[in-house]
T-cell receptor, first 117, second 117 residues
Framework: GAVVSQHPSWVICKSGTSVKIECRSL??????MFWYRQFPKQSLMLMATSNEGSKATYEQGVEKDKFLINHASLTLSTLTVTSAHPEDSSFYICSAGNPTGSNQPQHFGDGTRLSIL | AQKVTQAQTEISVVEKEDVTLDCVYETRDTTYYLFWYKQPPSGELVFLIR??????QNEISGRYSWNFQKSTSSFNFTITASQVVDSAVYFC??????????????FGTGTQLKVEL
């Protein structure tokens, strides 16, 4: 069964709206989670590293004020796309590792398709 | 910095053919992990394999097999007797030294595999 849950799976909203995406680790506590973005027919690009109890670490070129990340607990990280515009339309996917399972792979959520009209 | 190259953008085969997906990586780290993920049209990432840099043994899992060669920095993936259900985008990915909280992945650009009847 899924070990990382991502919600919602699909969002369609008007330009200017803020959208929150949740990523939950179901069976383990994740001090670190990762947010990726994937444009159609392209690869996954890391946006930021979400750190529980501290500020997120953003990759170069990612606007921290536009993509707000909150990792308030060991099982939940949220990504908020603020004042979304059509160019923010993309597939967003989160991942988490299991601190106690060093031989386990990085687990991914099922992703969120964001469409801004 | 790490880099993963998947030179094959798209491959089309007829069912029951064998197909090999190429992956070449670059890293200066001596300890690293390589992954293969499958992404069907629905979008989720399906974990296929993880291999660490100290284990060059080839691996076989059913119709899937992987050939890891450090000398050529390659981690190729072969599907034997391909099936229509194998149609998907396949990503090769790299991370260096998994920590307890998981680690960010560098993805290749993916190979779209189409298996036709």
């Amino acid at each position: 069964g899924a070990v990382v849950s991502q919600h919602p799976s699909w969002v369609i909203c008007k330009s200017g709206t803020s959208v929150k995406i949740e990523c939950r680790s179901l069976d383990f506590q994740a001090t670190t989670m990762f947010w990726y973005r994937q444009f159609p027919k392209q690869s996954l690009m890391l946006m930021a590293t979400s750190n529980e109890g501290s500020k997120a670490t953003y990759e170069q070129g990612v606007e921290k004020d536009k993509f707000l990340i909150n990792h308030a607990s060991l099982t939940l990280s949220t990504l908020t796309v603020t004042s979304a515009h059509p160019e923010d339309s993309s597939f967003y996917i989160c991942s988490a590792g299991n601190p106690t399972g060093s031989n386990q792979p990085q687990h991914f959520g099922d992703g969120t398709r964001l469409s801004i009209l | 910095a790490q880099k993963v190259t998947q030179a094959q953008t798209e491959i089309s085969v007829v069912e029951k053919e064998d197909v090999t997906l190429d992956c070449v990586y670059e890293t200066r780290d001596t300890t690293y992990y390589l992954f293969w993920y499958k992404q069907p049209p629905s979008g989720e990432l399906v974990f296929l394999i993880r291999r660490n840099s100290f284990d060059e043994q080839n691996e076989i899992s059913g119709r899937y097999s992987w050939n890891f060669q450090k000398s050529t920095s390659s981690f190729n993936f072969t599907i034997t007797a391909s099936q229509v259900v194998d149609s998907a985008v396949y990503f090769c990915a790299l991370t260096v030294l998994l920590t307890g909280g998981g680690n960010k992945l560098t993805f290749g650009t993916g190979t779209q595999l189409k298996v036709e009847l």
